[in-house]
C-alpha cells in the first residue's frame, strides 16, 4: 500500500548481529501491528503499538511507535536463525472499520 | 480453540472457472478481511466486513466477491478465475477493540 512503506525490503545479516525493520506511514496511525511470516506459512502476531512513544519487546524483539503515530521501527538483537523469515507492518486507522493495510514486508535472512 | 479456518488449502482452477474460497472463525470477532499475498507485494487487502451483512472493497477488489450473511463466515467468490488471481490468499479476524488480528493458514491458488 502507497499508505504505508516499509524498508527495507530485504536484509541479510550474520549471526548476531542487530538490525533495525522500518515502517512509515502518510498519515496518523489508530494502531500499528507487526507480523512474522515463514516461508510458506501463515502469519504469527507479534505485538500491536498504539500510542505514542510506545515501546513493546518480546524476547529479543523490540518494536517503537513514535509520538506522532507515524513511524514505527522493529529491532532484533543478536539475531539468530529462527529469525530470519518475512516482517510485516500493517496499520490501522482511526473510525470503526476493522480495516487494516500491509507495507511489502521485510525478507530476513540470517546466515549462521 | 480453532480460530480462523480456511478451505481449501491448495487448489488448481482452470481459467474462466468459478470457485468459492471458505473462511470461518469461531470467536465471535465482528471483523473479516480478505488478503491476497505476491512475491514482494506484502499484503493487499480485497475486501473487508465490518458485521453480518456489511461489506467494503479494499484495495484490489476487482474480479472477487465476498458476503457476509453470519458473523462466523465470510467466503470469497471467483467468478471467472484468471491467471492474474494465481495468488496465496489470506482470511483474517479481529475483534472491535482491534487488539490483534487472526490470520488462516491461507489458501494457495493456481490458474491455469
Known amino acids: 500500500s502507497q499508505e504505508l512503506e516499509q524498508s527495507p525490503q530485504s536484509l541479510i545479516v550474520q549471526e548476531g548481529k542487530n538490525l533495525t525493520i522500518n515502517c512509515t506511514s502518510s498519515?496518523?496511525?489508530?494502531?500499528l501491528y507487526w507480523y512474522k511470516q515463514k516461508y510458506g506459512e501463515g502469519l504469527i502476531f507479534l505485538m500491536m503499538?498504539?500510542?505514542?512513544?510506545e515501546e513493546k519487546s518480546h524476547e529479543k524483539i523490540t518494536a517503537k511507535l513514535d509520538e506522532k503515530k507515524q513511524q514505527s521501527s522493529l529491532h532484533i538483537t543478536a539475531s539468530q536463525p529462527s529469525h530470519a523469515g518475512i516482517y510485516l507492518c500493517g496499520a490501522s486507522y482511526s473510525g470503526n472499520t476493522g480495516k487494516l493495510i500491509f507495507g511489502q514486508g521485510t525478507t530476513l535472512q540470517v546466515k549462521p | 480453540n480453532a480460530g480462523v479456518t480456511q478451505t481449501p488449502k491448495f487448489q488448481v482452477l482452470k481459467t474462466g472457472q468459478s470457485m468459492t474460497l471458505q473462511c470461518a472463525q469461531d470467536?465471535?470477532?465482528?471483523?473479516m478481511s480478505w488478503y491476497r499475498q505476491d512475491p514482494g507485494m506484502g499484503l493487499r487487502l480485497i475486501h473487508y466486513s465490518v458485521g453480518a451483512g456489511i461489506t467494503d472493497q479494499g484495495e484490489v477488489p476487482n474480479g472477487y466477491n465476498v458476503s457476509r450473511s453470519t458473523t462466523e463466515d465470510f467466503p470469497l467468490r471467483l467468478l471467472s478465475a484468471a491467471p492474474s488471481q494465481t495468488s496465496v490468499y489470506f482470511c483474517a479476524s479481529s475483534s472491535l477493540n482491534r487488539a490483534s488480528y487472526t490470520f488462516g493458514s491461507g489458501t494457495r491458488l493456481t490458474v491455469v
Open positions: 470467536m465471535n470477532h465482528e471483523y
Open positions: 503499538l498504539q500510542k505514542g512513544g
Open positions: 498519515k496518523t496511525l489508530y494502531g
